[in-house]
């Protein structure tokens, strides 16, 4: 089935449905600036742990995203801690609460079919760390905030573009609901299977 991601997305739904799973248009309600918040706080621990090593690395050689996060790792406050910790607690308690009422969550891998590399440029320099979040997130907004609540998720390649590239769908569970998880993905597999769909170019 050729489809967009939106349209892919919508035909898991289906499929779901139609193997017997009760299917409803819902989503987990956070502030998308709290995950972004949130994930300030990867980035400035990878920036500390570098900045804590025996020998530094050569800015020259970084990439301008790297040189940020290192500049803005030393210039992190204690209170700037807490900010993004506690934007981390509002998206956690969000999604926990989702799932209480919901055993699973559907939802694009990604918001766009897959780009050029390098479209995502990490050399571009004049951005902050939360610029460089928005903009990956721009791209995976689907994704972050289970990256934000350690929630388990798995993303299945259920559909291909008109140009024939690859499509995922993601599935989310609660916490500790990898069982869960496993078992839906692998019906949606038998489902709708892929392992005979190659693209026009792959390596054999």
Do not use: C
Request: charged share 20%; no cysteine.
């Amino acid at each position: 089935m050729k489809s967009t991601v939106s349209e892919a997305t919508v035909a898991a739904g289906t499929i779901l449905e139609w193997i017997g799973h009760t299917v409803t248009e819902t989503r987990p309600q956070f502030d998308a600036e709290d995950v972004v918040e949130a994930s300030t706080l990867t980035a400035i621990a990878t920036g500390a742990a570098i900045l804590r090593a025996p020998r530094r690395p050569d800015p020259a050689l970084l990439e301008a995203v790297s040189r940020t996060v290192l500049q803005e790792t030393q210039a992190f406050t204690a209170l700037d801690v807490a900010a993004a910790l506690d934007a981390q607690h509002r998206v956690t308690r969000s999604i926990g609460l989702f799932f209480t009422r919901f055993d699973l969550l559907v939802t694009p891998t990604v918001a766009w079919l897959p780009v050029p590399h390098g479209t995502l440029d990490y050399d571009d320099p004049g951005h902050s760390v939360r610029s460089w979040l928005r903009r990956i997130f721009e791209f995976g907004p689907f994704t972050a905030p289970f990256n934000v609540s350690g929630n388990p998720a798995i993303s299945l390649p259920l559909a291909l573009s008109p140009e024939g590239l690859p499509i995922g769908v993601q599935l989310v569970a609660a916490t500790g609901r990898e069982d869960l998880l496993l078992q839906v993905a692998a019906q949606l597999e038998q489902a709708a299977p892929w392992k005979d769909r190659q693209p026009s170019i792959f390596v054999d």
